[in-house]
């Protein structure tokens, strides 16, 4: 490590051993299903598809999960994202809407239980998750949402502006949601913990082994490796971003959004008892989106909008200037991680699964938010797929849809994000919730 920090590798990445080994696909394999990725919704779609017995092939590009996965700040925040449940249901119908609603409301509790059954050591505290808003109006738009969700949770509390301060450190909030189904893991770990798993379930996961090309081959689909081809009744594409480019119809339907994460050198434990001294994470609701974690060694983690060249000093002065205006007792610390990461936004922010032809979908669930979903998702197809007749799955199943002017449109989450108006007005003018 330099003076200046680990520039370009996650954190997480950099604090676990290398991943389990599996080696790359090498010659010919048939199978029913083939998962194409291996970040967390390709591991929990495999875990879930061989504790139901059927013959699965996994390819993943890496040597282990990669991408979002192991860029994410590993909060778990089982939450919708920019909208709410009422207004899932008007958009999605009420038997869908309530089926996606029930997901996100699961999804922590889910995560966190499989993490225990499973016996993954990844620092998985289930602390609580902290969703702050200010002003009178935001303070009452959360109450309003609580009881949105009240028909389908009870694990949701409306805070006020004196208990947020006092179990974030964080001031200028009027409100907050509490999720007691929220909280925080090292996302390396995790997929790590999942793909040791399947491995034990002998699923064929092999790593090293980019998919080139998919194409149809009679009433099957053939997947091309650099070293070998996979033949498969069934494909699902987790591969989130690397999708697009797996098949035309999922061209233009995703806009990146590059994030910048940080973890400053660790707190001294005068800090740590006045930031999240209860060990909760928190994400706020503002555009340019703050959230604070910590890591098992007292590491403050948080992020900033991604750019085109990391500039430790530029970005050591931003993120220490904004925690000090947010957190009165934060005092100036080093950053000893930058790393970045893309996340995929489709304009509804709502997780899906696209069925892009017969036998073949693709998960489309990152939207920031897919380390417990893509989980829960990774069940509820796994499930569906082994049992097609036992009922659809609680994630909507749609269509590919190009995103209007998606040539200007990829721009504008970014400079969202940085602040830009003219940016939200027209993400909104497209059917984008800011
Ligand atoms: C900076 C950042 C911070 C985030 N923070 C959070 C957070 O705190 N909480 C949260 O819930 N979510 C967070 N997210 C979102 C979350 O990380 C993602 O939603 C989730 O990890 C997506 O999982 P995935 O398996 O769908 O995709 P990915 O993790 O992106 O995995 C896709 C995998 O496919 C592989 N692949 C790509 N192309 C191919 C190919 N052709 N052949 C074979 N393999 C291929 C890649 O190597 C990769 O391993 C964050 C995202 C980012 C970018």
Request: proline fraction near 6%; aromatic fraction near 4%.
């Amino acid at each position: 490590m330099s003076s200046a920090g680990v520039i370009g590798t996650s954190l997480w990445k950099a604090v676990n051993p290398p991943p389990p080994p599996a080696l790359p696909l090498d010659g010919r394999a048939a199978t029913d299903v083939l998962i194409i990725g291996a970040g967390v919704a390709g591991l929990s779609l495999g875990l879930h598809l061989s504790a139901k017995h059927v013959d699965t092939v996994i390819l993943e590009s890496e040597s282990g999960a990669n991408a979002a996965t192991s860029a994410s700040a590993g909060i778990v925040a089982p939450q919708l994202v920019r909208t709410t449940p009422n207004a899932v249901l008007k958009a999605l119908g009420t038997e869908i809407g309530a089926r996606l609603v029930r997901m996100i409301a699961e999804s922590g509790r889910y995560a966190f239980d499989l993490i225990d059954q499973l016996g993954i050591q990844c620092s998985a505290t289930q602390s609580g998750f902290l969703n702050p808003v200010t002003g009178l109006r935001g303070a009452a738009r959360h109450a309003q949402l609580v009881e949105e969700w009240r028909p389908f949770r009870d694990d949701l509390r409306l805070i006020d502006d004196t208990e947020v301060r006092a179990l974030s450190g964080c001031r200028g909030y009027s409100a907050a949601i509490l999720d007691s189904s929220g909280g925080g893991l090292d996302p390396v770990a995790y997929s790590q913990g999942l793909a040791k798993a399947i491995l034990k379930r002998h699923v064929a996961l092999h790593h090293n082994s980019r998919v080139l090309s998919l194409t149809r081959s009679g009433n099957r689909w053939l997947a091309q490796t650099p070293s070998g081809e996979v033949t498969a009744r069934r494909v699902v594409l987790c591969a989130n971003g690397g999708n697009v480019a797996l098949h035309p119809a999922l061209a233009q339907t995703v806009l990146p959004l590059l994030v910048c994460e940080v973890a400053t050198r660790p707190l001294p434990a005068s800090m740590r008892e006045k930031i999240l001294p209860q060990g909760h994470v928190l994400t706020d609701s503002a555009t340019n989106v703050f959230s604070i974690r910590f890591d098992r060694a007292g590491r403050l983690i948080t992020a900033c909008p991604g750019r085109n060249k990391i500039d430790y000093a530029q970005i050591d002065d931003l993120i220490n200037a904004r925690l000090a205006t947010l957190i009165p007792d934060y005092r100036r610390t080093p950053l000893e991680y930058i790393w970045q990461g893309t996340a995929w936004l489709n304009t509804t922010l709502l997780p899906r699964v696209l069925r892009v032809e017969d036998g073949l979908w693709a998960v489309q669930a990152c939207n920031g938010r897919g380390i417990a979903v893509n989980t829960i998702i990774g069940r509820e197809l796994g499930r569906w797929l082994a049992e097609p007749n036992e009922g659809a799955p609680l994630v909507p199943i749609e269509s590919p849809r190009r995103v209007t002017g998606f040539i200007l449109a990829r721009y504008l989450p970014e400079l969202m994000m940085g602040g830009a108006a003219i940016a939200k007005r027209t993400l909104e003018r497209i059917g984008w919730r800011t």
